[in-house]
């Protein structure tokens, strides 16, 4: 498979600038599983087990004994102003710390991303608010630089002098609004650079309901790193090569998963960074491995699916990873039909944009309407 394949005709003003006035409010296309469990090429193109409904509709259409994973990674205000000696400016985007002193303590190297990077060289020493030095010390590769920076900074540090990390197709400056809203409600452990954004849409609200219902709550910690950022450069979509990424499952999570496998219920994935830490820990005696680890799967066309049953995602960029991995869990011409029909109805793209839940279980979601 080739990258251009997974491309795909945006118009700019479908991609989401700014979160919807209130969390939850946005809107939700479904791909549901076909009765007959198998769906023709004519059914795909026509949008059968395609329909439209709104976020919090989530709560009706899932059945009651459904496992829901979510990943509690809590976005780092990674983005920082350094300066040159000549008075220049360098954004410093901080993807990864690497060593660490105390509880939340940050010290010594991070891996980061540098604007300007062809003008940086090692040794080069920039400076940072709150009197703080960064001097880079070598290339990690040709997008990340390993750096020190001193005195070592943490978390509170990042509080008062960090900005948040939009993507860059948001074009315009971080806002207050950001502090809150690009950060999911359940969001615990700090560590990733970008949020994991199928979780922005819920509200306290609409977990209440949730587990009210009956849903089983879980969550792993998976920390968004550097991969987000990158366009798939290769031509053959198999050279690609994914960047590592750090998560945790608890012994908790991986028994309600493995329970719910083994009893035949559905497992729901909110967002592709939950199906890339429970599809790489899933073990051959159909368990879950359990601890902090790390994953660079890649998830394309022909992957077959062990752990996972649905998928609550937003839409991805073209020819992304991301758009790669929902091709692999519902099949790229249903994918890429569903696009379509998306740009026509004018969904709102990416992080701040529109969900889609696709069910892959046995079942159709449709029977469990009221």
């Known amino acids: 498979m080739l990258t251009k394949d997974f491309s795909f005709e945006l118009p700019e003003e479908l991609i989401a600038q700014l979160p919807t006035e209130e969390r939850g409010a946005s809107r939700m296309m479904v791909l549901d599983a076909p009765e007959s469990g198998a769906e023709t090429a004519a059914s795909t193109a026509s949008g059968a087990n395609r329909y439209h409904r709104m976020v919090a509709d989530i709560v009706d259409l899932l059945p009651a004994n459904t496992v829901m994973v979510v990943n509690n990674s809590r976005v780092r205000r990674a983005r920082l102003e350094a300066t040159t000696r000549n008075g220049g400016t360098v954004e410093v985007l901080l993807l990864r710390h690497i060593h660490e002193t105390g509880k939340g303590g940050c010290d010594g190297a991070w891996e980061v991303m540098l604007s300007k990077a062809k003008r940086r060289r090692p040794g080069e020493i920039l400076g940072l608010p709150g009197d703080r030095q960064l001097e ?5 590769d040709s997008d990340s630089w390993l750096v020190t920076i001193q005195p070592g900074i943490d978390d509170d540090y990042l509080q008062q002098y960090g900005r948040v990390p939009l ?6 400056m971080h806002q207050d609004i950001d502090l809150d809203r690009y950060q999911t409600v359940y969001a615990e452990t700090t560590g990733s650079v970008a949020a994991p954004t199928a979780g922005l849409h819920f509200t306290p609200e609409i977990l209440s309901r949730i587990r009210e219902k009956g849903i089983q709550l879980c969550s792993i910690t998976l920390h968004v790193g550097l991969g987000t950022f ?7 979509i198999t050279d690609h090569a994914m960047h590592r990424e750090e998560y945790t499952i608890s012994k908790e999570t991986a028994r309600a998963v493995e329970q719910a496998r083994a009893a035949g219920r559905p497992v729901l994935a909110v967002g592709t960074t939950s199906v890339r830490a429970l599809e790489s820990s899933w073990q051959d005696d159909n368990t879950l491995a359990t601890g902090a680890q790390s994953t660079d799967i890649f998830i394309y066309p022909g992957y077959r699916f062990r752990a996972v049953d649905m998928l609550f995602t937003n839409f991805h960029t073209p020819e992304s990873t991301l758009l790669m991995l929902v091709s692999a869990f519902a099949g790229k011409e249903r994918i890429l039909a569903a696009y379509q029909e998306a740009v026509q109805l004018r969904y709102r793209f990416f992080s701040y944009g529109d969900a889609m839940l696709i069910n892959r279980w046995s079942r159709p979601l449709l029977q469990n309407q009221p």
């Open 136 to 140: 880079i010390r070598e290339r990690q």
């Open 230 to 236: 990158l366009p798939v450069r290769a031509e053959r």
């Open 167 to 172: 993507p860059p197709y948001i074009r315009r």
